[in-house]
């Protein structure tokens, strides 16, 4: 029997990345209607396929996920660097996003980040910023999927009177794109120094109505753990214990100051954390006690944070940087071994973004979203472990192809739903109004 399907892909290693963490030779995966329908040995003929990618001499893994970003912020890189977080904030990227933030600038940021994500590997994001839709629209353009957020904030739109407004937004949104494969919502208050109990509590409620994964910055900065005894006379993971957040389902970026009671709290509770090791490396804000974490069992994952704070939207990187870090940090090179850093960047971080049971491995009935990296290169050469390859040794210049939804996105390193070079034009042009409006 001789099923039409839409993709083949042939040959190389296939790593599952599923419970029983197979990794296959001489198979291959057939892909329909967006889905894995099978995968099964290469001289099976079942399958008659209209495009056919040959993978020998590659890796094949889940595409990578990218737990907290900031995609429209892409134009803002290399803007102002070598500064502490609060200054930044307060002194560069509130005051810009303040004057020049529209529809246009967000649109074209963000093809200009979903495009580079894909490059990266990454087939998926799980983002917040301003202007939903624009976002949305243009990582559907790309062929990126997202989780996308709107970061409420007491000095911006989103004053209390406001929020039962936005609960209904992210509603009507979930509505406007139900039938796009690709995009999905999240509910994103800022953070805690960012918003008012009165908001907080707000979301809260909204998430428990609609069931909708809550994104928040948590304990990124010393500084504002400290704020937050001093207002609230709790540590920042009890005072969202006390509003009633922390029992909800939750990806927590940064996660830098916290410690071992907050940290067993978090255990017991359906949240994740995003680490952000080179942003927080960056802006100096601190290294997180990975360690403490991985004692409790809570769920992490990795995130590039903003390209501003980074200034990168690498997570092979942060994979890489991660392990030694934390290797150091413990003083001990058996801690944090490639295969669980793979997991974090993929079956790991689908579960903390609530879609393990569609994505995160390859497995049949899964979504075909699938990262292949070439190992006909130098650098990749000669092959023992491929976890440790995609770790240590591989870079994004390693990704050839990125598959998202059953469709190539990326082939043979060249993006198939938008033209790179006129994504760098538009980038040029942009840094001309950006400097203009800044010296205002
Ligand atoms: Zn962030």
Known sequence: MNKEIDLLIKGGIILCMDNEMQNLE??????????????CPTESKDYIARKILDASDCIIMPGLINAHTHLPMTYFRGLADDLPLEIWLNNYIWPLEAKILNRKFIYNASLHGAAEMLKNGITQIHDMYFDMPAIADACTKVG???IIGEAFLDSNTSSPEKLPELGN?????????????????????????????KTLEKCAQIAEETGILLHMHLSETKSEVEQCVQDYGLKPVFYLKDIGILDLPAVYAHGVWMDEEEIELLSEVPASIAICTESNLKLASGILPLATYKKYGVNLCFATDGVASNNNLDILSEMDVTAKLHKVMNKDPAFLPAVDIVKMATCDAAKALGISRKRGSLEVGKDADI???????????????????????MTSRNVRDVIVNGKIMLENGRLTQVDESALIASAKEQKEYILKQLSK
């Open 144 to 146: 990126l999927r997202a």
């Open 169 to 197: 937004k992210m509603l009507q949104m979930r509505q406007r794109y139900k039938d796009n494969p690709l995009v999905d919502f999240n509910l994103a208050p800022h953070s805690i120094y960012g918003c008012s109990r």
């Open 371 to 393: 990262c292949i990296l070439n190992l006909s290169e130098l650098e990749s050469q000669p092959l023992y472990n491929p976890y440790s390859h995609i770790v240590y040794a």
């Open 26 to 39: 001489n198979y291959q995966i057939a892909i329909d209607n967006g889905r894995i329908i099978d995968i």
